[in-house]
């Protein structure tokens, strides 16, 4: 499993459509005669084809969360666990309010006011001293941790999203305007960049700390110089998605970069050379039927060259990059909001609109756990740095805290 992600690929071919469902029986096929080596075998299909409504009240049986954060008093729309200590979580909501809160045991250490909508993006700095809140109506604030004090704000268009840089006290976001706003914290020295006219849905900073990927909601994608402020790729027309980009993750390779869209589809693309390397259709029509799909999440596994789709018909679809095969359908109850890859094993951590986390085995494309107790759906999670804890946002107006450490009774 020490192949590199881009090993069989041929990044000056042509772009390839690789359709899901055309393909089901070819991947049955390569699972039983060529991938034994890799523990691969076929998911089994638990569950129906039905779907959560969003808002839909749900009643789980139990409730496995070690803590029930409720200070909110309206939907929770974003959490993050602070990636030093991994004992403080943020959270924002409707209430126009974020909170500052200690995992062990739910205390509130800091409430982060001033906003005047609702707080749909949170995070802390790469060294846990600062954390930055952001509202929709574009007011973004930074709070140091051990003082309480907020030492800095500004206030743009709309906000979409809102990222750290992996090493630096440096903030970036991304506007409805589809300009992108990039500051020095505490100082405040500030470079702009200059959208096309369209939302910038979502930006991911790269790993080498030098470039960014963003998705904009005409389906262009673009690698931005974070250094010169200017677009060095640009992914448009035939290259681009057909609809608004929804996610994107970055390749700790630097060089790989995967979108999800509007249009159901996912791409990889190489972020030096601005060419999709395969396009993934995420299309199932005996899943989708009528319903209205998009794929929600992407994300690349750290340890294997495998990535991952989440649709809204609640298909988990893992991808063997250099073959550019699907390996493995993961058929939940309700449409997919976000997922995340282990950090060190081959495994995926899904949230989904019927308020529910679940842990799927890459290799057998089964569910190894679930964690309820949420009683509407889940709009965000997180897990700690340590592989300790996981952190949900709901519609519920609570977040929750699981602990990984000790597994939920049907695990």
């Known amino acids: 499993m020490d192949t590199p992600p881009d090993e069989g690929i ?4 042509d772009i390839e459509v690789i359709e899901l469902d055309d393909q089901l029986q070819d991947v049955a096929d390569q699972l039983e005669d060529g991938l034994e080596d ?10 129906d084809d039905g779907d959560a409504a969003i808002g839909a009240q749900v009643r789980p049986d139990r409730d496995d969360a070690h803590i029930i954060f409720s200070k909110h008093t309206g939907p929770v729309y974003c959490v993050k666990i602070d990636p030093v200590t991994c004992s403080m979580g943020v959270s924002g909501g409707e209430d126009d309010k974020a909170f ?17 909508d609702s707080v749909t993006c949170a995070a802390f700095s790469h060294d846990s001293i600062y954390v930055a809140t952001g509202d929709m109506a574009g ?3 930074v709070w140091k941790i051990d003082t309480k004090q907020e030492v800095w704000s500004f206030e743009c268009s709309d906000l979409e999203w809102l990222e750290w ?18 500051w020095k914290i505490p100082g405040g020295s500030t470079k702009t960049f200059q959208g096309h006219g369209c939302a910038s849905n979502v930006g991911k900073i790269m790993p080498d700390g030098k ?12 690698i931005w110089d974070l250094k010169a402020a200017s677009a060095v790729q640009t992914m448009s027309g035939h290259e681009a998605h057909e609809a608004s980009v929804t996610s994107v993750d970055c390749h700790p390779d630097n ?27 995420c299309k199932i029509p005996e899943v989708d039927k009528d319903q209205e799909n998009s794929v929600e999440a992407v994300g690349f596994s750290n340890i294997q060259p495998l990535a991952a789709t989440g649709t809204l018909t609640g298909v988990l679809c893992i991808w063997d990059i250099p073959k550019q095969v699907a390996r493995q359908q993961c058929k939940h109850e309700a449409g997919i909001v976000r997922l995340k890859w282990d950090s060190s094993l081959p495994l995926v951590y899904t949230c989904s609109l019927d308020g529910i986390v679940q842990l799927w085995d890459a290799r057998s494309g089964k569910s190894e756990a679930q964690w309820v107790g949420h009683q509407a759906e889940i709009l965000d ?18 977040a929750r805290l699981f602990s990984l450490q000790s597994p939920p009774p049907d695990r």
């Open 381 to 398: 999670f997180d897990i700690s740095r340590d592989g300790a804890h996981l952190v949900t946002g709901s519609g519920d107006q609570t």
């Open 100 to 116: 500052v809160w200690r995992l062990t045991d739910g205390e509130v250490l800091m409430q982060c006011s001033g906003h005047k």
């Open 255 to 281: 060089v790989l970069v995967m979108t999800g869209s509007v249009d159901v589809t996912s791409k990889l693309i190489n972020s030096n050379t601005g060419k999709a390397v395969v396009t993934f259709n």
């Open 139 to 141: 007011m973004v604030k």
């Open 38 to 47: 890799l523990g691969m075998e076929d998911g089994e299909d638990d569950g």
């Open 211 to 222: 470039r960014a990927c963003v998705g904009y909601e005409d389906g262009v994608v673009k």
């Open 165 to 182: 840089h992996p090493e630096s006290h440096i903030l970036m976001v991304g506007t409805t305007e589809g300009d992108m706003w990039l």
């Open 10 to 13: 041929d990044l000056n071919e």
